[in-house]
Nanobody, 126 residues
């Protein structure tokens, strides 16, 4: 059974960095596209980034372009989200999402996801 476990969240000052990890178990990671979503209190869920199973498709929300980098290590069954130059508006619960190839093929999406992790809190504050 597929499981997604996020880690790496925490409290950081504006301008700081964090690296989120998403450990995937129960399946082979290279059969899945992975995305990161976030949801702040009182706001709608937002797609942040996604990466296709073969790494050839990578997408970012405009709000994080140039600051966030998504990557995957299939040997470790882990996906990362490196977040630099963090802003208070990046404060949210961040979720890792997996989509199998029968849904997205060799693409990835930031509109929804088939399997979700429990989330990790990121707080950017001085």
């Amino acid at each position: 059974q597929l499981q997604l476990v996020e880690s790496g969240g925490g409290l950081v000052q504006p301008g700081g960095s964090l690296r989120l990890s998403c450990a995937v178990s129960g399946v082979r990671l290279d059969y899945y596209a992975i995305g990161w979503f976030r949801q702040a209190p009182g706001k709608e869920r937002e797609g942040v980034s996604c990466i296709s199973r073969r790494d050839n498709i990578i997408k970012y929300a405009d709000s994080v372009k140039g600051r966030f980098t998504i990557s995957r290590d299939n040997a470790k069954n882990t996906v990362y989200l490196q977040m630099n130059s963090l802003k208070p508006e990046d404060t949210a619960v961040y979720y890792c999402v997996a989509d199998p190839t029968f849904i997205v093929g060799n693409m990835c999406r930031m509109t929804s996801g088939q399997y979700w992790g429990q989330g990790t809190q990121v707080t950017v504050s001085s």
